[in-house]
């Protein structure tokens, strides 16, 4: 009655144990399969809308790259062209004789800047922008003296003498770039200008001739901005020193080279993020061919603005799954366990253990249950005969065990008799009988070990040391090396496993050696195990072969074939023995080695294991 109660406090109800690891595991699920449902449909949403910002810059960067193209294939066609270059070509003896070739020259230029850098994207809001095509002759063309005397950026012909202390130009005549493109406010109307530069060289004998300026208005790229606007975020046009050439946010010609992410670009493309006015941007950018930069800065805001929604639809998703997941759990468990219950109170009742009565029948109408219910009732029955089957046996082996230990020598009595022996030699004057009886004394009682299964390493490695030190006394060849950390000697092994070992190797190993015999034996940790080794300079023998045999060895035969040594505690003994006392990833091994026999003993590494 005392431990039915006992079982009823300590332990939970069948439901409770039940409903518990059941809702765990549905919990479990339920929110693993909303969190990477979440987690997909985020990532989805922020792929998306960082693909659209990508886009969005990559339209802009392939059509301001088309203009300014165009703009280069102006000058090519001008640098190029056989009519433009007999007219610069030629030599005039008197300046009216250059007029005609003048205004023809002018004329071509003037056709060639009515050409729409603008491809109008089907948009017919915007007109059409020309741009400006101009030459700034070199001293020594036929031309030159017709020429204006200043430059103005608009189509024209115009002298190179106030160009020489332009950067641009002063980049063009050292030979640093072949092309130079830079903006600036140009006009009457201060209009911001993109424009573009390269030197104009005689296609017959190479001399300079002077410069191709080509420039157009900021305006002819602002629909391309228009036709790919950012939801959130805007494009930055900018020149090789970071001013804006042109940008939704910033004026033309700024400067931005501070900005936070200026810096950190670095490369032809890129993706960063960087903090803006408070607010984490990510930066994309793309380099142009002429060495401009095209930046799409998006808050990163932006690409997470749906992230809270989703969690939340998520979040209440997996609620009213867990609300009708509890539902039916509740349902299911009850059905199950309530029968199950009502056995176990049937069981617990005294008439019942006590095999005074048998178990009450009863009909639950689940099928698995009422065929528990009748099995358990045979059983009960069939567990009341061997109980008491059992009980005869025990009697029976008790009496047998008592028998043995009258049978068994008394340790006492052997003691005190080697003792008589010894001081008898001791007496007489013979040293070495004492010693060898006090070896022997040694091996009987470390060797018995008051029947206890395990002993320390330090009084195993005296038992062994007893026994090798009479057969030192048997044979003058033998030597012995013990070498045992002391932090392992307090450790705990199986009793008697270093002296067949020991014995195995004298007996075999040294059987046709008459002189060099030596025996090593040490301790060492492995992990968490303890390895004791033996090891000789005998014959040797087959390391695989011994360790295939100590696994296919059966587990009745524990004296086996290993061990001829016939002392009863062979090689098969003690690795028996080791493996029912510490399971089987323990017992001997024999190592490979270059000369005689290695067996080492693996054990657990028992430190603090008290011996009664």
């Not at 800065?297 to 998703?317: D, K, L, Q």
Request: charged residues 20%; hydrophobic residues 40%; glycine residues 6%.
């Amino acid at each position: 009655m005392l431990i039915r109660k006992r079982m009823r406090s300590g332990s939970s109800s069948l439901l409770s144990k039940l409903s518990l690891p059941i809702f765990v595991l549905i919990v479990t699920f339920i929110a693993l399969f909303a969190t990477a449902a979440s987690y997909i449909l985020i990532r989805v949403q922020n792929d998306h809308t960082h693909k659209m910002a990508e886009q969005s810059m990559k339209f802009v960067y392939r059509n301001v790259w088309y203009q300014f193209d165009t703009m280069n294939n102006v000058a090519a066609f001008v640098s190029t062209n056989q009519s433009i270059e007999s007219l610069l070509e030629n030599n005039y003896e008197e300046s009216f004789e250059a007029v005609g070739d003048f205004f023809a020259l002018q004329s071509n230029l003037q056709n060639l800047s009515l050409l729409s850098l603008l491809n109008d994207f089907g948009s017919r809001r915007d007109a059409q922008q020309s741009y400006v095509v101009s030459l700034a002759l070199d001293p020594g063309v036929g031309l030159y003296e017709m020429a204006t005397d200043h430059f103005y950026p608009v189509t024209g012909i115009f002298k190179s003498g106030d160009l020489q202390s332009e950067p641009w130009y002063r980049s063009l005549g050292e030979g640093e770039q072949r092309t130079v493109w830079w903006g600036q406010k140009s006009g009457q109307a201060n209009a911001a200008m993109i424009y573009s530069a390269r030197k104009k060289s005689s296609i017959k004998d190479g001399r300079s001739i002077g410069t191709i300026i080509i420039g157009a208005d900021t305006g002819s790229i602002k629909s391309v901005f228009d036709n790919a606007p950012l939801e959130k975020g805007y494009h930055l046009l900018l020149d090789e020193s970071d001013r804006v050439i042109f940008s939704e946010r910033y004026d033309f010609l700024e400067n931005v080279s501070g900005l936070p992410y200026m810096q950190a670009l670095t490369g032809a493309s890129g993706s960063l993020v960087a903090k803006v006015d408070g607010e984490k941007d990510r930066v994309m950018f793309e380099t142009l061919e002429n060495g401009w930069k095209l930046l799409t800065v998006v808050p990163e805001s932006h690409f997470s603005r749906y992230t809270i929604a989703i969690s939340a639809i998520g979040a209440a998703t997996a609620a009213a799954a867990l609300l009708v997941a509890g539902f039916w759990l509740r349902r299911i468990v009850v059905r199950v366990t309530v029968p199950i219950t009502r056995l176990v109170s049937a069981v617990q009742r005294p008439e019942v253990v006590e095999f005074k009565e048998p178990l009450p029948n009863q009909n639950s109408g689940i099928y698995e249950v009422d065929e528990l219910h009748q099995k358990f009732a045979s059983m009960l029955v069939t567990i009341h005969g061997l109980i008491e089957k059992s009980f005869v046996e025990e009697m029976e082996r008790r009496q047998l065990q008592l028998e043995l230990l009258h049978a068994q020598i008394n340790p006492h009595f052997l003691y005190n008799t080697l003792d008589l022996i010894n001081c008898r030699a001791i007496m007489a004057g013979d040293v070495e009988a004492s010693q060898i009886v006090r070896s022997l004394a040694n091996v009987f009682r470390y060797g018995l070990n008051r029947g206890q299964a395990w002993i320390t390493v330090e009084h195993e490695i005296r038992q062994v040391e007893a026994y090798l030190h009479i057969q030192q006394m048997m044979m003058d060849n033998l030597q012995v090396a013990v070498n045992v950390p002391d932090e392992l000697l307090s450790a705990t092994i199986v009793h008697l496993c270093l002296q067949p070992l020991a014995e195995n190797a004298i007996i075999h190993g040294f059987a046709d050696q008459p002189a060099d015999c030596r025996i090593a034996i040490s301790a060492r940790l492995e992990g968490k195990a303890l390895v004791l080794r033996v090891e000789d300079n005998g014959k040797g023998c087959d390391a695989q072969r011994m360790n295939h045999a100590l696994l296919e060895q059966p587990a009745g035969d524990a004296g086996g074939k290993l061990s001829e040594s016939g002392t009863g505690y062979g090689t098969m003994n003690v690795h028996r023995r080791i493996q029912l006392h510490c399971g089987k990833p323990f017992g001997l091994r024999y190592v490979e080695v270059n000369e005689g026999t290695c067996v080492e003993a693996v054990m657990p590494f028992r430190p603090d294991l008290v011996l009664q």
